[in-house]
């Protein structure tokens, strides 16, 4: 009698645990499931026993599933997806939807930019905006030029027709610009680097990693697990490196009598790099910034710069390989303003911007192999998406990596590699969020300009001496599941040496 009671107890609970359920998340029915359902498990097995690249395939497969919006069930939490762009238009330029996800505290560093909440975020984005501004990109120039220089000074010293590991070199030149223009440090005879890049690498594939495995969202479980150990020293390896430079940074500011001085002082008017602002300036309460958010702040502006920076610009290599005709095009346009028999060549933000075709060709780079394939965002009020009505707390994940290859977007032939794609003539007209490497709305990549002007001055150097090619084919490619766009294999290539210099 007890037994038929207890079961009595239990089948209520759960048919009414079920029927909150249901009420929560009814207003979701018009759009399609992933399959298959299970009962509190929801969607978690499709990537159970996968590796990282069949857990990016299963992803893709995710997006490609419909052609607006679909639900997906972590566990009995609901989650939408969508490429969507007239929905992610919506999505991103809608004030109520600039909050981040819960995974994203799975990165850490809570009073960053990339990952802190909205409450943090937006005072704390609108003092540090003028740190990113074209004044201020412009004047970070001749690092960009020293550092290119000295990875291909090191590229040279390769024996000629050697195939090399793009990525190790263009993720060491990406980490010397980023503590160059954040942390105002000189790193390029530094020690440290490889293995800072390295740690980085770890810790973004530890995140990725517990994002896809629903059994490690609670911290009770997940810092019992060999990769919190491992995630753990990968972000100590990170931070005691800069924290030094920040630290080198300090004395120097305390011994010019900078670090006194705040923004509604004399020195309001001149341009400062983050460092120097998060060090000397007073937020809006009145209150200097704590060690912790000074630290938070680098590592997402740190991670932001390096990684995403490096892995473009070793893509740029493996599609010029592809390519020949289009690097051939390259060539002769950054010639044509960085003349192979010139040794004083003219780094100018006017100069840059006649770059046109180089920048078409950047365009499509990021089209095709996005850096940053997803991005999510949680709605803090109650919105329309699709013309549903969508209660506030609910999460919407974005394929940016699909929508670049939409073909109601960019045509027939999206899955085509064709830098003429960003001429004007086909840019006039397309939809405005058809085409967001650096996401879009107002939380979109503070560092979108340093970005762009870094990987042209990357380009100017690698074209004007080296000729690419690579027994890697397009087709041959395959990703890795994280947090960027990572190759399964080295972006390999055979570099020849061009005759420059008078």
């Known amino acids: 009698m007890l037994l038929l009671i207890l079961a009595g107890v239990v089948c209520a609970l759960g048919g009414y645990l079920y029927w909150i359920h249901r009420k929560q998340y009814r207003f979701a029915d018009k759009w399609p499931t992933l399959k298959p359902v299970y009962p509190l498990l929801g969607n978690t097995l499709i990537m159970v026993g996968k590796t990282n690249v069949e857990r990016f395939e299963v992803l893709r497969h995710v997006f490609r599933s419909t052609d607006r919006i679909i639900r997906l069930w972590a566990g009995p939490r609901l989650l939408l997806a969508t490429s969507h762009p007239d929905l992610i238009q919506q999505i991103l330029t809608n004030p109520y939807c600039l909050e981040k996800p819960f995974f994203y505290k799975f990165v850490g560093f809570h009073d960053g930019l990339f990952t802190a909440k909205y409450s943090i975020w937006k005072p704390t984005r609108k003092q540090l905006n003028p740190c990113f501004n074209q004044r201020v990109t412009n004047s970070f120039i001749p690092v960009f030029v020293r550092c290119a220089?000295?990875?291909?000074a090191s590229l040279n010293e390769c024996e000629d027709g050697a195939t090399v590991n793009m990525l190790y070199y263009t993720s060491v030149c990406t980490v010397e610009m980023a503590c160059g223009t954040t942390l105002g440090t000189d790193i390029l005879d530094r020690k440290g680097?490889?293995?800072?890049?390295?740690?980085?690498?770890?810790?973004?594939?530890?995140?990725?990693r517990r994002m896809t495995c629903v059994h490690l969202y609670p911290d009770f479980t997940y810092r019992f697990t060999k990769l919190h150990k491992e995630c753990n020293e990968a972000r100590k390896t990170v931070v005691s490196y800069y924290t030094e430079l920040v630290n080198e940074r300090k004395e120097y500011l305390l011994k010019s009598n900078s670090i006194s001085l705040s923004d509604n002082e004399e020195d309001a008017t001149k341009p400062k790099i983050l460092v120097d602002k998060l060090l000397t300036t007073f937020k809006e309460d009145g209150k200097p910034y704590t060690d912790k958010q000074i630290t938070d702040n680098i590592y997402a502006t740190m991670t932001g710069a390096t990684d995403t920076g490096g892995l473009l610009t070793a893509y740029c290599c493996l599609f010029m390989a592809f390519y020949p005709e289009v690097q051939e095009r390259l060539y002769a346009e950054i010639t044509e303003y960085f003349p192979v028999d010139s040794t004083e060549l003219d780094f100018s933000p006017e100069t840059i911007k006649e770059l046109k075709y180089t920048e078409m060709f950047l365009n499509e780079v990021q089209r095709h192999w996005t850096a940053v394939p997803q991005i999510a965002r949680q709605n803090t009020a109650e919105i329309v998406i699709d013309g549903v009505t969508v209660p506030p707390g609910n999460i919407i994940i974005m394929s940016m990596i699909e929508l670049h290859k939409r073909k109601d977007v960019w045509g027939a032939d999206a899955?085509?590699?064709?830098?003429?794609?960003?001429?004007?003539?086909?840019?006039?007209?397309?939809?405005?969020?058809?085409?967001?490497?650096?996401?879009?709305?107002?939380?979109?990549?503070?560092g979108y300009r340093y970005g762009m002007l870094a990987l042209k001055i990357l380009m100017v150097h690698l074209v004007r001496s080296i000729k690419f090619s690579s027994k890697i084919k397009?087709?041959?490619?395959?990703?890795?599941?994280?947090l960027t766009l990572k190759l399964a294999f080295d972006a390999a290539v055979q570099f020849h040496k061009r005759k420059i210099g008078k």
């Not at 220089?149 to 291909?152: D, H, I």
């Not at 680097?193 to 990725?208: D, I, M, P, T, Y």
């Not at 590699?417 to 990549?445: A, I, Q, T, W, Y």
């Open 149 to 152: 220089e000295k990875m291909v």
């Open 193 to 208: 680097k490889r293995e800072f890049r390295q740690a980085l690498n770890v810790a973004s594939e530890c995140v990725s």
């Open 415 to 446: 899955e085509k590699f064709d830098p003429e794609n960003f001429s004007p003539e086909r840019v006039k007209g397309r939809h405005p969020f058809g085409f967001l490497p650096f996401s879009g709305g107002k939380r979109m990549c503070v």
């Open 474 to 482: 397009p087709e041959d490619a395959a990703f890795e599941h994280d």
